[in-house]
């Protein structure tokens, strides 16, 4: 199935299509750009964090429920390293990898 990550709706309609939810997701929505401008480029960032960070939360958001109550199964999320050190070219990139907590 192809799905729009940063649609909610589209990955809604997905999950609801499955037969069934599988005991594992791996949630890996992940767009990197190069800003190599010496201002900030705001839609760069916008559109990072709608496919890194939002995009990964409307699919939590679509399958929790159907997790929630079963067993053995597990929602995983990838990040990067670049959300621990950062990288000087991309800082919407490493911005919407990073963890907290």
Not at 8 to 19: G, I, P, T, Y
Request: charged share 25%; aromatic share 8%; hydrophobic share 40%.
């Amino acid at each position: 199935m192809v799905c729009d990550t940063t649609d909610s709706d589209a990955v809604n309609r997905v999950v609801e299509q499955l037969d069934s939810v599988p005991r594992i997701a791996i949630l890996n929505a992940g767009i990197g750009e190069l800003d190599k401008r010496t201002e900030v480029d705001v839609d760069l960032h916008r559109r990072t964090f709608e496919t890194n960070y939002f995009g990964v939360l409307n699919w939590v958001s679509a399958l929790y429920p159907h997790y929630r109550d079963a067993e053995n199964t597990v929602i995983a999320a990838v990040s990067s390293l670049a959300g621990y050190r950062g990288l000087p070219q991309s800082p919407a990139y490493a911005a919407s990898k990073a963890r907290y907590g």
